[in-house]
């Protein structure tokens, strides 16, 4: 089973998006505490983390930089979650390492937000397999 990782600073984001990852099948890990976030990658071992750009104390781009500059957690794949649509937000976060970029608010009436991840998840890793076999 596939274990995904939140972190993100609101309650509502957390619930909503455990909630929807729960039911399709994945094994959801969260955390609102950017401080924690480190150690609970370390232990979770998730094999894609959903991260919040805008957090207090130490904001997403920081722990992705501090992942990604680990050789125990630098090839899990980031996708930030964020508020943020400024390019330089995004272009900031994909020179850090990141994967992707999904704002917010969320709409997932119709599991657009499931079907976004769960594609965005799935490209990445075949990218990633097609990389090693070729």
């Known amino acids: 089973m596939n274990t995904i990782l939140i972190i993100d600073d609101s309650t509502k984001n957390l619930s909503l998006l455990c909630d929807l990852l729960t039911e399709a099948g994945y094994k959801v890990l969260s955390t609102s505490d950017s ?5 609970r990658v370390k232990n979770g071992h998730p094999q894609l983390i959903l991260l ?11 722990v992705c930089q501090q992942l990604k500059s680990d050789p125990e957690t630098q090839n899990i794949p ?9 390019t ?4 900031k976060g994909f020179e850090l390492g990141a994967v ?3 704002t917010k608010p969320f709409r997932v009436k119709n599991y657009w937000f499931e079907w976004l991840l769960i594609s965005k998840f799935t ?5 990633c397999k097609n990389v090693i076999i070729n």
């Open 123 to 127: 490209n990445y890793n075949n990218n």
């Open 88 to 91: 330089n937000a995004q272009i």
């Open 78 to 86: 980031i996708i930030f979650i964020t508020g943020m649509t400024e």
């Open 52 to 62: 919040d750009i805008i957090m207090p104390n130490i904001d997403g781009f920081e």
């Open 100 to 102: 992707d970029y999904i």
């Open 35 to 39: 401080h924690k976030a480190i150690n």
